[in-house]
């Protein structure tokens, strides 16, 4: 770690380290700010581990407003939210959670044969079917594009084939609401954004738990 500078550290997550920069006047980055030695004259910019997931802080001076909006709060009192809705009839609490390392040889094998069966049954075989998209040629044969960066543009590409397949993107005649749960960055909603034929006939609405950087917001805001 370099004070003024950047601060190196491991984000297991992601596996891999990361860099934060570091204020001008500060010794420690965002991340960090935790570990700062606070005297008198700064300890209204005191910073403190959030009390409900203090793998990031806040400052102690705003934790009242930092606890209303904070992505780790529980949120009661919203009509799409139901507690335990997925409890069996008669239940009352959750089950307890079984790791399945936990589990001897003889209950996995016996759970991964109910699986295997249930799929046999409802699911059967998976055909492979991989299409493309023309809205995203241009993208596909840019050069310098690595392996990663090619796999997701194939996947979105193939995606918009499937929607475009099953007359999904024709909005100018069908107003239709696309919902992109694990949105991630929001790379696919904006592919979706260029292949539909009217976006004034669209709705897009995109769900993820985490606070993802570098997103494509700025990009589709103005769709």
Same mark, same amino acid.
């Given at each position: 770690?370099?004070?003024?500078?950047?601060?190196? #550290?491991?984000?297991?997550?992601?596996?891999?380290?990361?860099?934060?920069?570091?204020?001008? $006047?500060?010794?420690?980055?965002?991340?960090?700010?935790?570990?700062?030695?606070?005297?008198?004259?700064?300890?209204?910019?005191?910073?403190?581990?959030?009390?409900?997931?203090?793998?990031?802080?806040?400052?102690?001076?705003?934790?009242?407003?930092?606890?209303?909006?904070?992505?780790? *709060? &529980?949120?009661?009192?919203?009509?799409?939210?139901?507690?335990?809705?997925?409890?069996?009839?008669?239940?009352?609490?959750?089950?307890?959670?079984?790791?399945?390392?936990?589990?001897?040889?003889? &209950?996995?094998?016996?759970?991964?044969?109910?699986?295997?069966?249930?799929?046999?049954?409802?699911?059967?075989?998976?055909?492979?079917s991989i299409l493309?998209?023309?809205?995203?040629?241009?993208?596909?044969?840019?050069?310098?594009?690595?392996?990663?960066?090619?796999?997701?543009?194939?996947?979105?590409?193939?995606?918009?084939?499937?929607?475009?397949?099953?007359?999904?993107?024709?909005?100018? #005649?069908?107003?239709?609401?696309?919902?992109?749960? $694990?949105?991630? *960055?929001?790379?696919?909603?904006?592919?979706?954004? &260029?292949?539909?034929?009217?976006?004034?006939?669209?709705?897009?609405?995109?769900?993820?738990? $985490?606070?993802?950087?570098?997103? #494509?917001d700025a990009k589709?805001?103005?769709?």
């Amino acid at each position: 770690m370099e004070s003024n500078k950047t601060c190196l #550290f491991y984000v297991k997550r992601k596996k891999r380290y990361c860099k934060m920069l570091v204020r001008a $006047g500060q010794q420690y980055c965002g991340q960090h700010l935790v570990e700062e030695h606070v005297n008198e004259e700064t300890i209204h910019l005191k910073r403190i581990p959030c009390p409900l997931d203090p793998k990031h802080s806040c400052y102690e001076h705003r934790l009242k407003h930092h606890l209303a909006i904070c992505n780790a *709060r &529980e949120v009661t009192g919203l009509p799409y939210v139901n507690h335990n809705i997925n409890l069996r009839i008669g239940d009352t609490k959750e089950p307890p959670k079984i790791s399945l390392s936990s589990l001897s040889d003889q &209950e996995l094998l016996s759970f991964i044969a109910k699986v295997e069966a249930a799929h046999m049954e409802h699911i059967d075989n998976i055909e492979e079917s991989i299409l493309s998209h023309h809205t995203l040629e241009k993208e596909i044969e840019a050069p310098g594009c690595g392996p990663s960066i090619m796999r997701h543009l194939s996947q979105n590409s193939s995606i918009l084939g499937h929607l475009e397949l099953a007359g999904l993107l024709n909005t100018s #005649f069908t107003p239709t609401c696309y919902v992109e749960f $694990g949105a991630g *960055r929001g790379q696919l909603t904006r592919w979706l954004t &260029e292949a539909v034929s009217d976006t004034s006939k669209a709705l897009f609405v995109l769900v993820d738990r $985490g606070a993802q950087r570098y997103k #494509f917001d700025a990009k589709l805001k103005y769709k």
